[in-house]
């Protein structure tokens, strides 16, 4: 059921009026995500922050009125606000209508989109660690009304401290499960070894998940909504004649990206950190695509991924004039261009990967004796055969291989 919201943003004056327009933009598809229909946003120009409620107590007190007169249970903040002033602002709101910032709306949406266990902790412990200091009695009633995370409030500062406790717990708890379900994705990395792998990177909803149905032909969840993948999945790329890859789809990246929440999804995004390359995925229509490109640095900084091979991708090229085409295609000359929901120029996309892979291969000559059979078969299966000369008693064949490939047939060869 959607709740009807409004939402806050300051200008400052500090960035662009176009800037700001676009991440209330923004907000408002965030909150769509969460079920929450924006029915109101009031700009508050300011020269500075009041320190104590944001936009200052009196202003404060007629958006809740304004809340209160349009119906709204929400009210969303575009700034992250710190643990004081939610504390502040949610007492003059009282007890019916819930303050939330940018980062708060995020987790909530995460948390929705969760489904496996490993996700469900990371989004759990990045919500804990949020929660923790914006602890005061009206977000617990709030947090346990909005199916939260379970706390059990109750009035007076005792309650708090003991909630305060079972939250530090359970950050310890979910960091320990966190660590286990890491370990064995570790050896499951070790038993891939031998094979490319290739990430699908980029700003929500630019198509990521798109791109790995179309190549991959398996069915992938694709909604016109953020974050619909949280869940790193993979899958084995094979076309005859061609490198096999393995291909990763990823959690989408938005601006203002909370921090816990890249931290949280480290293992998860760990997929990209051990890529061989990386496709970074672009919403050719958006209007942000600078933004968008900042954004997946900024992540990628902050996971000390970096000097990669990597493919920039442009997707959604059907919605767009040949004009802009032809104006985005000077500007990133070494760029793809695709539609996955149009399946238009995905043979471009295959050749590019395959030709960017194979800048990672190198050509060597081997020997080996026919008694080495089974050497043989994984060269056939893993290698690139350029060119066979058969003797007696061995053959000599000149093969095109990654180098762990090449480490493993040094290991095996006797
Ligand atoms: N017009 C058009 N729409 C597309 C194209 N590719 C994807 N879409 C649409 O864009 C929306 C998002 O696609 P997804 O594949 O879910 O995007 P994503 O990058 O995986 O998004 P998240 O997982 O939410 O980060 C969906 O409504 C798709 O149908 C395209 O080439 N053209
Ligand atoms: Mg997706």
Redesign the pocket.
């Known amino acids: 059921m959607y709740e009807n919201a409004i939402i806050v943003g300051v200008n400052l004056g500090q960035i662009e009026l176009r800037v700001l327009n676009e991440e209330i933009d923004e907000l408002i598809l965030l909150a769509d995500t969460a079920e929450a229909k924006v029915v109101d946003t009031m700009i508050q120009n300011k020269n500075k922050i009041d320190p104590s409620t944001f936009v200052g107590s009196g202003k404060m007190k007629s958006i809740i009125n304004n809340a209160e007169a349009l119906n709204c249970r929400i009210v969303i903040f575009n700034n992250e606000l710190t643990p004081a002033q939610l504390k502040n602002i949610q007492k003059i709101a009282g007890d019916k209508i819930m303050i939330i910032d940018r980062t708060g709306l995020i987790l909530n949406i995460f948390e929705k989109h969760a489904k496996t266990k490993e996700a469900k902790a990371q989004i759990q412990l990045a919500k804990l660690k949020y929660l923790l200091p914006r602890l005061t009695r009206q977000w617990t009633h709030l947090e346990r009304q909005m199916g939260g995370v379970g706390t059990r409030g109750g009035p007076g500062e005792a309650q708090i401290e003991i909630d305060r406790r079972l939250i530090r717990k359970q950050i310890t708890s979910l960091n320990k499960e966190l660590k286990k379900i890491q370990s064995q994705r570790i050896t499951q990395h070790k038993s891939r070894d031998n094979i490319y792998k290739v990430s699908l990177a980029?700003?929500?909803?630019?198509?990521?998940?798109?791109?790995m149905?179309c190549l991959s032909g398996s069915k992938?969840?694709?909604?016109?909504?953020?974050?619909?993948?949280l869940d790193t999945t993979t899958r084995k790329i094979e076309n005859k004649n061609q490198y096999k890859f393995l291909l990763s789809?990823t959690?989408?990246f938005i601006r203002k990206l909370p921090h816990d929440l890249v931290a949280s999804f480290r293992s998860t995004l760990m997929e990209i950190e051990e890529s061989d390359l990386i496709i970074k995925?672009l919403d050719s229509?958006s209007l942000n695509i600078q933004m968008h490109l900042g954004t997946i640095e900024e992540v990628f900084k902050s996971l000390d991924i970096s000097s990669k091979l990597e493919l920039i991708v442009f997707?959604?090229?059907?919605?767009l004039d040949s004009h802009r085409i032809d104006k985005l295609k000077k500007l990133y000359p070494d760029a793809i261009f695709?539609?996955?929901?149009?399946q238009?120029k995905i043979n471009e996309l295959i050749d590019a990967i395959q030709k960017k892979l194979s800048t990672l291969n190198i050509i060597s000559n081997i020997n080996i004796p026919y008694s080495q059979f089974s050497v043989i078969d994984y060269i056939y299966k893993n290698c690139k055969i350029l060119h066979k000369k058969e003797y007696d008693d061995k053959v000599v064949l000149k093969i095109e291989a990654s180098q762990s490939v090449l480490d493993k047939l040094d290991s095996q060869i006797k």
């Open positions: 980029g700003y929500t909803n630019a198509g990521k998940s798109s791109i149905k992938a969840y694709i909604q016109d909504q953020l974050f619909s993948t789809d959690v989408g995925v229509s997707n959604k090229i059907d919605l695709i539609s996955a929901y149009r238009l």
